[in-house]
């Protein structure tokens, strides 16, 4: 079985100014675990270029801050690339993540 490395994104809904409200990355930390499944999808699109989808399955050992916060997680870092995280199951004492489409919404600066 394939092994996991990497940096997941969790990200809050914050009032910045009375009324607006941004997403904001608000940890990023680094998780271990095992690749489940790989696959990949291009799905057709009304954009020139067919978007890539994947349903990768990659599970976690959490941490307790991973087990309080896992509804905020939104993105893992995988490849080079940040994923979209789909889906989160609850598997004490792990988390399995299934991935989706490339991630174009609000990150740090930092891989």
Known sequence: MA???GKIGFVETIETRPGVWEEKVVAEPEYY???L???RMWQGSENLNDDLNVSNQ???VAD???FHHFHSMRYIYWFGTRWKISNVEVKFPRLI???GGVY???QTGTA
Do not use: E, H, V
């Open 3 to 5: 092994k996991y490395a």
């Open 33 to 35: 675990g095992d690749i």
């Open 37 to 39: 499944r790989q696959s």
């Open 58 to 60: 990659i599970s976690i």
């Open 64 to 66: 307790p801050y991973a």
């Open 97 to 99: 993540l299934t991935l």
């Open 104 to 106: 174009n919404g609000q």
